[in-house]
């Protein structure tokens, strides 16, 4: 095949052009935003809200809402089950987080199953990258904006809640206020991804491009490049392999960036298993011809 059968034909197609936009736009806010959930250590709750928000999407779009306003409000709605299980039992952290995003990941199943629909609602939870409508284009890229604009003002203060919470709290930050906006901006994120992977495949945008990046760098401020631009790779190779091979699109969007993942955890200068390896034999060798 020439560069132009594979490069250029796709994007003869409106349905293409839409995906690409959908796709890059997705990659980049959430890989953003998962440099800090990988710092934190917010896989797990990552998972909760990107699942939980399915109900409040499907409700808003019942009663005629934006489908950020559900989701915003059944993430913090899971946000604040999760802490009340926890404060008021002896059920730990993590069994507390699966318990309530499943329940409510499964409640959004019985609403998508009984809800009547001119449009497929199961396209919320697996994706429909290729059906992106302009005018859900458009609402991807304000979300993404917004979420972008809230983490670059207040990258500072993120970065300090993410390293050292003690630390930002001693200085005045208000630490709590700082954990609910990024969970804001997570219920936001859910909304740009879900569009193009669905609700069962956000966590995975949302966590493999940080871990990534964090695999390649001990710097923070590298991780907000690297990520995104290895999200944005990804993306757009799973998206050009989906079209050429005919099989789902957000699903290989996904499989393509576990596969650089896969990559990176192995043959990583510094990280990475065989990379390390082929360091310290080099390392052994200077040492004895040194000798």
Known sequence: MSFEEIFIDPLRYEFMVRALATTVTAAVVCAVLSCWLVLIGWSLMGDAVSHAVLPGVVLAYIVGLPFAVGAIVFGFLAVGLIGVVRATSRIKEDAAIGIVFTTLFAFGLVLVSVTPSQTDLNHIVFGNLLGVSRS???????????????????????????FDPVHA???????????????????????????????????????????????????????????????????????????????????????????????????????????????????RRATASAV
């Open 169 to 283: 709290h001693a200085i005045g930050l208000n630490t709590r206020w700082l954990g609910i906006a990024l969970l804001g901006l997570l219920a936001l994120t859910s909304v740009v991804a879900l569009q193009a992977v669905g609700v069962v495949l956000v966590v995975a945008m949302l966590i493999i491009p940080g871990a990534t990046a964090y695999l390649l760098t001990d710097r923070f401020q590298r991780m907000l490049v690297i990520a995104p631009a290895v999200s944005v790779t990804a993306a757009v190779t799973g998206l050009y392999l989906s079209y050429h091979l005919d099989t789902a699109s957000g699903a290989m969007v996904v499989v393509v960036q576990g596969l650089t993942f896969t990559a990176v955890y192995l043959f990583a200068p510094r990280q990475g298993v065989i990379g390390r390896r082929i360091a310290a034999v080099r390392r």
């Open 136 to 162: 859900e284009l458009v609402q991807i890229v304000v979300l993404a904006a917004l979420t972008l604009t809230a983490l670059v003002l207040k990258r500072r203060d993120f970065t300090l809640y993410a």
